[in-house]
């Protein structure tokens, strides 16, 4: 048996609003859909942040609809849970629901196993932080259902962070059901491949299928992976997409601008790439002349879908810089910077990405009970009295 494991696949997103980015996403969901056909998989597992914003535009949503309906021809199951992308403030029915309404793809995220021929999937949508224990809850009814059914191949999908694979994890692997085969996860955008003792199979996160906000301009590598279920253990394979359009930043001397430049230039073409790549220049040296550098940075435009730039400043305290354009996600920076006046990333995650959108939303008794969750948990260490 061969799975197919996705997650974070974003759709909808365009990076610096331009259309070419929007398409590179479906391309990328494009190179899956046909990989899984190419490949016979037995079923497509969606971890979760299927599009970019809970209220799909058409595009997006068509897009989804032709991957499962061509999976569907090929006799491809599609099984997936929702991210907070999908659900995130949002009153009513998340819109990939549609495809189970239709009978065209399962929803798994609910905790309930599903059960098809050798085959069990459950699932677990998105949960916030304190929404933890009920989270737990539902990992235990899984085990059981999971201890329940040694003889099937038993898949759990989970759309959430964990700490040993990154510092803003809400679980850790020891909250995670044991007995199975394989644990497809979603959250993380960079891809990672993790085993624990305690744990019967792999945890995977195959990563986003395209850089999103938060990632920024730099190079990468994003994939899937390709899970043979076959044997008596799981063997995750993660695969690299071809489609993608590049991404590279450049450290160039401000004094050596003109030369440097050509260098840059001399390296794109060199590469012989399918895409016009996106381009970050950073600039380093003393009374830059914006204007100079952006003339420049714009010259590259017949070989770079985008080119873009920013300085880094000399002499200043490590961290101090002066942005030229808006950041190309400003929650990130608001991260960034909030992690640096407070000096924790776990405490200016909890500021940012928790206690803030409560805040936001006039949500003050939520926000009051998080504080005091902390504090009683002693999340951040213990305060001396
Ligand atoms: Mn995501």
């Known amino acids: 048996m061969l799975i197919l494991h996705t997650s974070d696949t974003h759709l909808g997103y365009a990076q610096f609003d331009l259309e070419e980015r929007e398409k590179d996403v479906y391309d990328a969901f494009s190179e899956i859909i046909e990989t899984a056909v190419k490949d016979r998989v037995d079923a497509v597992v969606h971890a979760g942040d299927i599009f970019h914003i809970p209220k799909p535009a058409g595009r997006p949503l068509v897009r989804l609809g032709e991957g499962i309906k061509t999976l569907r021809e090929h006799g491809i ?34 905790g309930e196993p599903v059960i098809d021929g050798d085959l069990m999937v459950v699932g677990f949508h998105k949960r916030r932080t304190i929404e933890i224990e009920e989270l737990l809850e539902g990992f235990g009814r899984a085990d059981e259902a999971a201890k329940a059914h040694p003889e099937k191949k038993r898949v759990v999908v989970i759309h ?51 850089p999103t906000p938060s990632e920024g301009i730099r190079e990468f590598k994003k994939g899937f992976f390709l ?59 003393q009374e830059i002349d914006n204007a ?15 080119p873009d730039w ?68 002693s999340r951040f260490g213990r305060v001396a009295r």
């Open 77 to 110: 199951r599609f099984y997936f849970t929702l991210g907070e992308h999908d659900i995130l403030r949002m009153r009513g029915t998340p819109s990939a629901l549609l495809f189970q309404r239709l009978g065209l793809a399962t929803y798994v995220g609910d």
């Open 160 to 210: 959430q962070g964990l700490l040993e694979c990154h510092p803003y994890g809400e679980i850790t692997a020891n909250d995670l059901p044991r007995h199975f085969d394989y644990y497809a996860m979603g959250h993380l955008h960079d891809h990672a491949e993790r085993r624990f003792e305690r744990l019967a199979g792999p945890v995977c996160y195959p990563g986003s299928i395209d």
């Open 227 to 285: 899970v043979d279920l076959s044997g008596s253990e799981a063997r995750p394979e993660w695969v690299g997409l071809k489609s993608s359009r590049q991404q590279f930043r450049f450290e160039v001397e401000y004094p050596r601008l003109r030369q440097e430049m050509e260098r840059i230039r001399k390296e794109i073409e060199e590469r012989s790439l399918q895409k016009k790549p996106v381009v970050l220049v950073r600039v380093k040296g």
């Open 292 to 306: 100079k550098v952006a003339a420049s940075i714009s010259a590259l435009r017949d070989i770079c879908l985008y």
């Open 310 to 377: 920013e300085p880094i400043l000399e002499g200043g305290p490590a961290g101090q810089e002066v942005l030229m354009d808006r950041p190309a996600d400003i929650q990130e920076e608001m991260l960034r910077l909030a992690a640096m006046a407070l000096g924790d990333d776990k405490r200016a995650y909890f500021a940012v990405r928790e206690l803030l959108p409560l805040l936001e939303r006039g949500e003050k008794e939520e926000a009051l009970d998080l504080v005091n969750k902390a504090y009683e948990s």
